[in-house]
C-alpha cells in the first residue's frame, strides 16, 4: 500500500490509527500540520517551485483538461521532485487495469479518481497496491455521507459543478464543515487560494488542501509567488 503525505503510515499519520475499512475517522493530533498538494502540475519548474515550497503532493492529470499530461511528460516531472513529495494522477472514469499500469509507468503515489467510480473500482486499485483518494463533488450534506461507501484512503471534497469534474476555482458550501471537522483522512478542495485557505483550515481542520487553478497565470501553468504562498498560509 502506497504511504500516507508526507511519508507517514496510517499508524503514525497525525497521531492517530486510521483505517477506512472499521470507519474510524478520529480527529487530528494538536500538534498536527496540515498537508499540502498542488494539482495540475504540466511544467517541469512548476513542480520545483512547488517542491522547494514545501508542497507535499503535487497532481498530475490524466483525464481530459487543459492541464492534461502524458504518461511520459509526467516521468519528466517525477524525475525532477526530491525525495518524500509524493506523486498523485488525477483520474475520471479510467478503468483501474489501466491506472495501475500508468502508476508503474510513471511512479505514482496515488490515484485521485474524480469520477463515477464505485466502491468496486477503488478496492481493485488498492488491491493493485496503490493508495486512492476519492473525490467528492459537494453538493449538500448528503454529498459527505458518499465517504461510507468507499474504502479509500483519503477523500477530497471538491465543488460540484455541471461544467466540469475539478479545477473549477469554485468553492462548496463551507457551512458543512461542521459535519467532518477534524476528520483525519479529508482533503478540501475547491476554490482553495492563497488569501482563503487559512480560513478553510481553521473551518474544517483537515488532513490536507489542494490548490490548482487559483495558482495560475493560465490553465497549466502556475505562478510561483501565488505557489509559495498557499503552501506558506497553509502550514500556518
Known amino acids: 500500500m502506497a504511504r500516507i503525505f508526507a511519508g507517514t503510515d496510517r499508524a503514525e499519520m497525525a497521531g492517530v490509527t486510521l483505517d477506512s475499512r472499521s470507519?474510524?475517522?478520529?480527529?487530528?493530533?494538536?500538534?498536527?500540520?496540515?498537508?499540502?498538494k498542488v494539482c495540475g502540475i504540466k511544467q517541469l519548474e512548476d513542480a520545483r517551485v512547488a517542491a522547494d515550497a514545501g508542497a507535499d503532493a503535487i497532481g498530475l492529470v490524466f483525464a481530459e483538461s487543459p492541464r492534461r499530461v502524458?504518461?511520459?511528460?509526467?516521468?519528466?516531472?517525477?524525475?525532477?521532485?526530491?525525495?518524500?513529495?509524493l506523486k498523485v494522477g488525477v483520474f475520471v472514469d479510467e478503468e483501474p487495469e489501466e491506472v495501475l499500469r500508468l502508476a508503474r509507468e510513471v511512479g505514482l503515489d496515488y490515484a485521485q479518481l474524480h469520477g463515477d467510480e464505485g466502491p468496486e473500482e477503488v478496492a481493485e486499485i488498492r488491491n493493485g497496491g496503490l493508495g486512492?483518494?476519492?473525490?467528492?463533488?459537494?453538493?449538500?450534506?448528503?454529498?459527505?455521507?458518499?465517504?461510507?461507501?468507499?474504502?479509500?484512503?483519503?477523500?477530497?471534497?471538491?465543488?460540484?459543478?455541471?461544467?466540469?469534474?475539478?479545477?473549477t476555482g469554485e468553492r462548496f458550501d463551507w457551512g458543512l464543515a461542521k459535519a467532518v471537522r477534524g476528520y483525519a483522512n479529508i482533503l478540501v478542495s475547491g476554490g482553495l487560494?492563497?488569501?482563503?485557505?487559512?480560513?478553510?483550515?481553521?473551518?474544517?481542520?483537515?488532513?490536507?488542501?489542494?490548490?490548482?487553478?487559483?495558482?495560475?497565470?493560465?490553465?497549466?501553468?502556475?505562478?510561483?509567488?501565488?505557489?509559495?504562498?498557499?503552501?506558506?498560509?497553509?502550514?500556518?
Open 193 to 236: 487560494s492563497p488569501e482563503n485557505v487559512r480560513e478553510a483550515i481553521e473551518l474544517f481542520e483537515p488532513y490536507g488542501v489542494d490548490a490548482s487553478s487559483s495558482l495560475e497565470d493560465v490553465p497549466g501553468k502556475k505562478n510561483g509567488e501565488r505557489v509559495r504562498r498557499f503552501v506558506r498560509a497553509a502550514k500556518g
Open 23 to 36: 470507519g474510524d475517522k478520529r480527529v487530528q493530533s494538536p500538534c498536527y500540520m496540515v498537508k499540502v
Open 132 to 167: 486512492v483518494i476519492k473525490a467528492l463533488r459537494v453538493r449538500d450534506a448528503a454529498s459527505l455521507g458518499e465517504m461510507e461507501r468507499y474504502d479509500a484512503d483519503l477523500f477530497m471534497l471538491d465543488s460540484y459543478s455541471e461544467k466540469a469534474r475539478g479545477g
Open 70 to 85: 502524458s504518461a511520459e511528460r509526467a516521468r519528466e516531472i517525477a524525475s525532477v521532485l526530491p525525495d518524500g513529495v
